[in-house]
């Protein structure tokens, strides 16, 4: 079926905006990704439930996107359907326990949580993430991650069913959580802690200098592109082969922590896994390591 009459028929069904081969380059932080056919925008649960049948009945391949924060899209684009959840945003507390939407940036859940004295989440300043789709990496920094505190997710199935998983029916690992293979994630329900509104934004305050001070946040970027193999730090080793200032078109090893890539100003995702392949094999030949992507890759090369 024609793309415009799909992005009718979808638009029918949602307030939020639909749109046809939309560059992901907009959407993603690296500043880099070739048209989605289909990008959606729902404002409201419902919605969410709308795009996802709309999918499965069209048989549409299908893409769930937050904010694009760990996320490397192919030059050539994504086929099928993106469904963007930053629009649906709502966090609320509930006792010690805050229900976040799956759209919801982890900076505005953190300020709610201060607001209402809620500490636990502080380790996760400054990560540019939907809540979403950090508790489904299981984001996290040294100081914690994200499914130290999860008490339960809601998801949507494939076959568009609901249901609500307790902490213990998730396993969590370093940057991996089993809710992959679950579906899609809507609202994530976190414990919290009881504490001194400005003992936590005391703490927000430090990981965020802190970030500043190692990371090129003045880049766009996608945060750390490989995991820590046991026992090691990427950006270490990465540091130890020379890589740092490498250089694929105009994407960039980071001079001020090798386990970014940045874009300085008109990256291609092939200069970005140029980059990355280099990086790889150096690391392996100099101490037979093998450097596991962190980045999500998306869609065709070209």
């Given at each position: 079926m024609h793309l415009a009459t799909l992005a009718r028929e979808l638009q029918q069904g949602l307030q939020g905006e639909v749109l046809i081969n939309e560059p992901l380059a907009r959407h993603t932080t690296w500043r880099i990704g070739g048209p989605a056919d289909l990008l959606a925008r729902p404002a409201t649960g419902e919605e969410i439930d709308f795009c996802l049948g709309f999918a499965r009945q069209k048989g549409l391949p299908l893409h769930i996107m937050g904010n694009g924060s760990n996320l490397l899209v192919g030059d050539g684009g994504v086929r099928g359907l993106v469904v963007q959840t930053k629009a649906w945003r709502q966090v609320l507390v509930q006792g010690r326990v805050?229900?976040?939407?799956?759209?919801?940036?982890?900076?505005?859940?953190?300020?709610?949580?201060?607001?209402?004295?809620?500490?636990?989440?502080?380790?996760?300043?400054?990560?540019?993430?939907?809540?979403?789709?950090?508790?489904?990496?299981?984001?996290?920094?040294?100081?914690?991650?994200?499914?130290?505190?999860?008490?339960?997710?809601?998801?949507?199935?494939?076959?568009?069913?609901?249901?609500?998983?307790?902490?213990?029916?998730?396993?969590?690992?370093?940057?991996?959580?089993?809710?992959?293979?679950?579906?899609?994630?809507v609202a994530v329900d976190l414990a919290m802690t009881a504490s001194d509104p400005l003992v936590i934004q005391e703490r927000v305050r430090k990981n965020l200098e802190g970030r500043q001070a190692r990371q090129p946040l003045e880049w766009p970027n996608a945060g750390s592109v490989f995991k820590n193999p046991a026992g090691y730090y990427a950006g270490q080793l990465i540091e130890e082969v020379g890589a740092k200032g490498w250089q694929a078109g105009q994407a960039q090893v980071s001079t001020k922590h090798a386990n970014f890539i940045i874009n300085l100003g008109r990256a291609t995702a092939a200069d970005v896994l140029e980059l990355i392949a280099r990086i790889q094999e150096a690391v392996a030949r100099a101490f037979g390591i093998n450097l596991e992507l962190e980045v999500e890759i998306w869609g065709d090369s070209q």
């Open positions: 805050i229900r976040a939407c799956a759209g919801a940036f982890i900076a505005r859940v953190l300020d709610v949580a201060g607001r209402a004295g809620l500490g636990g989440l502080e380790f996760a300043a400054g990560i540019p993430a939907t809540i979403g789709g950090a508790v489904v990496m299981n984001a996290g920094t040294p100081e914690g991650c994200l499914g130290d505190i999860v008490r339960g997710v809601e998801v949507i199935a494939p076959d568009g069913s609901r249901y609500y998983l307790e902490r213990r029916d998730i396993t969590f690992s370093y940057r991996y959580s089993s809710l992959r293979q679950e579906g899609t994630v």
